[in-house]
């Protein structure tokens, strides 16, 4: 959520921001809200300074020596009446206006940073490193990822349909075996780098998809159960960054990793046509998610270094993959500064996005009010918040099975892999 404090006094500041990702941004409405708020907080202050003045006038006359049933006292008390009456009146409006400007708010996405390449769209995101070149496959006849797989027996979409639907997967044997081993083997690197394991529930309440920004906007790309306040968890992001949600945490706290491996369930409602095959995009997905929560003045040295925990990963499995600072006008919905890491898959020429590192600033603090106090300061600031993939398990696996593919039509296990999995090849 945007500082309701900087747009009233940055107005035109605020706006050329939020233009740098495409449209006009139209703020007046948030305006106008907030200036009719506190036009009645001046008049509901007014009006209870007069209640609280009345009070003590007919306690000093009272205390003189004034009857209850004298005129002045009747007159007074009359007045006080109406004014608890108007005050009566303005309480609920005020609560109206302050849910009207909320509802606004929650909709407007972060402004980008200041060092976030200007661009209208993905094709002027900036291309920052790439790795692995030493390590591209040099097999001509490299079958996608679904093929192969189909081919092993490891995956099947077709059974997976029989017991849900297409954008399902079933994996079978080695395929499972695979999957477990690479969730296992990057929450080992990832706890190895700092980061502490947590095991979230994944039916998750509204108000922790408001606090980081997928309700109320993203609603329709969520799974809801209906016969209660839960959604199916669209990344660990959500209920790891919640675990906090409403607390004011010590400095001396700061700043808190988690790493986290959870399923993750995405309607993918606009990417209708897209990646129809294989295991790129799926309605259920395995992930293990990097979450940090630190103070504003380190946030963007954290964003550096969760990126690299995250090519690390890459890095250990020797798969090729390129950094890509996104644009402002690729930007998601909360984040004000974001890398995308693009793994190689050779069977399409391109690389494909596989994790995906966001810089929230206190955008989702203020959301969900995750706050700080220094010791021995006075009042309390937002943490930032940051996370990123580390990785998406399928869309590793999907690496792997292209970029590992033998001559003969094997796959090699990463070096990384085999302890994990027991076996050198598939």
């Not at 740098?20 to 007014?46: C, F, M, N, V, Y």
């Not at 002045?72 to 400007?101: D, T």
């Not at 940073?113 to 490193?129: A, F, L, M």
């Not at 309607?267 to 998610?289: C, M, P, W």
Request: with cysteine.
């Amino acid at each position: 959520m945007l500082d309701l404090k900087q747009i009233r006094e940055n107005p035109q500041a605020v706006r050329e921001r939020l233009n740098l990702r495409g449209g006009d941004a139209d703020i007046e409405p948030i305006l106008a809200l907030d200036r009719k708020q506190r036009d009645l907080e001046t008049q509901r202050s007014q009006l209870q300074a007069r209640s609280n003045e009345i009070g003590k006038l007919v306690g000093q006359k009272m205390k003189s020596g004034a009857k209850p049933q004298d005129a002045e006292i009747l007159a007074l008390k009359e007045e006080g009446n109406q004014v608890k009456a108007q005050l009566a009146q303005l309480e609920p409006r005020e609560r109206e206006l302050k849910a009207e400007l909320d509802a606004l708010l929650l909709m407007m996405p972060n402004l980008p940073s200041e060092s976030t390449p200007v661009g209208k769209n993905e094709e002027e995101n900036v291309e920052v490193r790439r790795w692995g070149d030493e390590y591209l496959p040099e097999n001509p006849n490299i079958l996608p990822h679904w093929e192969i797989g189909e081919k092993l027996g490891i995956l099947s979409f077709d059974r997976a349909v029989k017991i849900a639907q297409s954008r399902f997967v079933a994996l079978i044997g080695a395929g499972a075996a695979l999957e477990r081993s690479l969730i296992n083997f990057m929450l080992d690197r990832q706890i190895q780098a700092g980061y502490i394991e947590v095991m979230p529930p994944v039916l998750i309440n509204s108000n922790s998809l408001q606090g980081t920004g997928q309700l109320p906007k993203f609603a329709e790309e969520s799974f809801k159960c209906y016969a209660d306040d839960l959604w199916l968890a669209p990344t660990a992001e959500v209920p790891v960054t919640n675990l906090y949600a409403g607390e004011t945490l010590s400095a001396e706290d700061l700043p808190i990793y988690h790493c986290a491996y959870t399923p993750c369930f995405r309607r993918e409602a606009g990417s209708y046509g897209k990646d129809t095959r294989g295991l790129i995009r799926l309605h259920q997905f395995n992930k293990v998610e990097l979450v940090k929560l630190v103070r504003p003045e380190t946030s963007e040295a954290e964003h550096e270094a969760l990126v690299q925990n995250a090519e690390a990963i890459l890095q250990a499995l020797k798969l090729p993959y390129r950094v890509l600072e996104l644009c402002t006008g690729d930007l998601g919905f909360g984040a004000n500064k974001c890398y995308d890491l693009e793994v190689w898959l050779p069977s399409s020429g391109k690389y494909r996005e596989i994790s995906s590192c966001s810089n929230f600033g206190d955008f989702q603090a203020r959301r969900a009010n995750i706050r700080f106090k220094e010791a021995g300061k006075k009042g309390t600031q937002f943490v930032h918040t940051l996370n990123g993939s580390g990785l998406a398990i399928g869309r590793t696996m999907a690496a792997i099975l292209e970029n590992y593919q033998q001559l003969d039509g094997t796959i090699a296990i990463p070096e990384v892999l085999q302890p994990y999995l027991g076996r050198e090849t598939l």
